[in-house]
Structure formats: C-alpha cells, structure tokens
C-alpha cells in the first residue's frame, strides 16, 4: 500500500533528551516535509526537502534538524527537545521536487503526537 | 502576504442540509488552490483542487478572483462528511509551500 508512515506514533519524553521521529514513503517521491499542528495556529513547515540532500527550513525550524540521505526516508531530529515542541507532528511527501510542476497533492503520514515534560 | 483565511472554527448542520466552508485568501498571483479534509483518526488527505472542476464526494468548490474565495459547498450534508477541513494556497516557488487556513470542523447532526 502507498503510504507515508512515521514512528512514533505517540511519545512522551523529558526536557533535553535527543529524539528522532522517522518518516518513510514507499512511492518514490522526491518532495518531503515535515508540519506541525497546534491549536490556533494550524499547520506550520518546519523542514522540507526537494530531493536526496536536498533540505531547506520552512516556518519554523528552530529547535528541529533533519536528513535526506536517502530518498524514501526523511527523519525530523530535536537534539534538546524543550516543553514548546510539544505537539502534533506530520510528514508529507509528494511526487515533483527540483523539476517539473507540482500537482499539489502532499501524502500525510498520521501524524506523531509529542509530548515534552 | 499570502495568507488563508477560514472564518469558522465550526460549523454544524443537520444531515440533508446544504453546508458551505468559507475560505478567503490573499494572493499576488494566479493562484491554486486546495482543500485537504481529515477525517476522525485518519490522516490529512486531499479533497480537491480548483484546476481539476471536479466534484468529490459531492463537493465542489469554485474559485471566485474577484472575491478572492474558494468556498467549499455541497447540496445535501452526510454525517460522514464530519471532519476537519483545511483550505490551502499553493504558493510556488522553490519550497513548493502550501499555505494553510486554520481548519474548519464540519460537525453533521442526524
């Protein structure tokens, strides 16, 4: 089944404790992003990628890294996670990246809910 | 700026009524615009989008430039039509970025 899967699906860690949510495609996109979702404020791009190594900040990158060694795989990294990342985080991947036009349909993970004490 | 704007947090209708989602957005250029619905415990999925007319799970949305909206209608709501819908802007450009409204929960009452 195509699909966008992230794991964790649900986690709860303390302030300062290095942590990796990961998100992989299986339908060979080349764009991929990384949103997340809290009240009020909808969703925001954190970190996108148009391609293998190919990475660039959205709206609001502070605190997060990410990698794009390889294509299916796009992990969002919070080396120092602090109690203002608590929140819902979603991964998207689309078919264009660097060349041609976009259809603009983004593929959604389920989303990964975290929470920092 | 390029800005998405859904004025209604909630919406509630009774099943059979006609429901409309508003969205109004700000944008320079030719805009393409989208609305992704996500249903309870499933993931963001796209509804549709104004290049393709189309009409999906009966609804439609057409593109009004001079009013600069994107409503989302259909004729007769179902209560599997409540879910959380989310009104996007394609903003081109080398992020491929979609701007996003806050979302608009659909709540249909039998």
């Known amino acids: 089944e195509a699909q966008v899967t992230q794991n964790p699906r649900y986690l709860i860690t303390v302030t300062g404790k290095k942590l990796t949510v990961t998100c992989s495609q299986n339908m060979n996109h080349e764009y991929m992003s990384w949103y997340r979702q809290d009240p009020g404020l909808g969703l925001r791009q954190i970190y996108y990628s148009m391609n293998v190594e190919v990475t660039d900040k959205g709206d609001v990158p502070e605190g997060y890294k990410v990698s794009r060694k390889e294509k299916r795989n796009f992990p969002l990294i919070l080396e120092s996670p602090s109690p203002n990342q608590t929140s819902l985080y979603f991964c998207?991947?689309?078919?264009?990246?660097?060349?041609?036009?976009?259809?603009?349909?983004?593929?959604f993970g389920e989303g990964s809910r975290l929470t920092v004490l | 700026a390029q800005r998405v704007t859904q004025p209604e947090k909630l919406l509630s209708v009774f099943k059979g009524a006609p429901v409309e989602l508003k969205c109004n957005y700000s944008?320079?250029?030719?805009?393409?615009l989208f609305w992704y619905v996500q249903y309870s415990r499933q993931r963001l999925q796209l509804l549709l989008r104004h290049i393709s007319r189309e009409s999906i799970k009966g609804f439609t949305a057409d593109l009004n430039k001079g009013e600069t909206s994107f409503h989302l209608k259909k004729p007769f709501a179902q209560e599997e039509d409540s879910a959380m819908y989310y009104c996007?802007?394609?903003?081109?450009?080398?992020?491929?970025?979609?701007?996003w409204g806050l979302g608009t929960s659909l709540a249909v009452n039998p």
């Open positions: 996007a802007l394609y903003h081109p450009g080398n992020n491929r970025k979609l701007i």
């Open positions: 944008y320079s250029g030719s805009p393409e």
């Open positions: 998207a991947s689309s078919l264009s990246g660097l060349a041609g036009g976009w259809a603009g349909e983004l593929f």
